[in-house]
Nanobody, 129 residues
Framework: VQLQAFGGGLVQPGGSLRLSCAASGLRLGYYTIGWFRQAPGKEREWVSCLSSSDDIISYEDSVKGRFTISRDNARNTVYLQMNSLKPEDTAVYSC???????????????????????WGQGTEVTVSS
């Protein structure tokens, strides 16, 4: 099983990027997918998750309204569309997949845990003028 994130790069504040996560050895359509990021000197944090049935979509508060997670089962690829990028979005972004539902729920709001089985190599996103 291999996951590979790509599509990162240098972008100016306010710009957009679309990250892709391609898989080999598993069908992403049957897995919960998560996007995570790790900024220099900081711990890894979750960004967004999409359940295998597409009925649970969760975004970290700082990216709500700016980022969109989606999947293309025919291409066996998951995407993270990032708009209105800010310097604080600078990080290495990684994708992860799990056959279960690695979510936490509090007050009816879902968030992603890090209990994912498969992790991919990251892609670096730098937001700077």
């Amino acid at each position: 099983v291999q996951l590979q994130a790509f599509g990162g790069g240098l972008v100016q504040p306010g710009g957009s990027l679309r990250l892709s996560c391609a898989a080999s050895g598993l069908r992403l359509g049957y897995y919960t997918i998560g996007w995570f990021r790790q900024a220099p000197g900081k711990e890894r944090e979750w960004v967004s998750c999409l359940s295998s049935s597409d009925d649970i979509i969760s975004y970290e508060d700082s990216v709500k309204g700016r980022f969109t997670i989606s999947r293309d089962n025919a291409r066996n690829t998951v995407y993270l569309q990032m708009n209105s990028l800010k310097p604080e979005d600078t990080a290495v972004y990684s994708c992860a997949a799990d056959p279960g539902t690695p979510f936490a729920i509090y007050d009816g709001i879902y968030s992603c845990t890090t209990d994912f089985t498969f992790w991919g190599q990251g892609t670096e996103v730098t937001v700077s003028s």
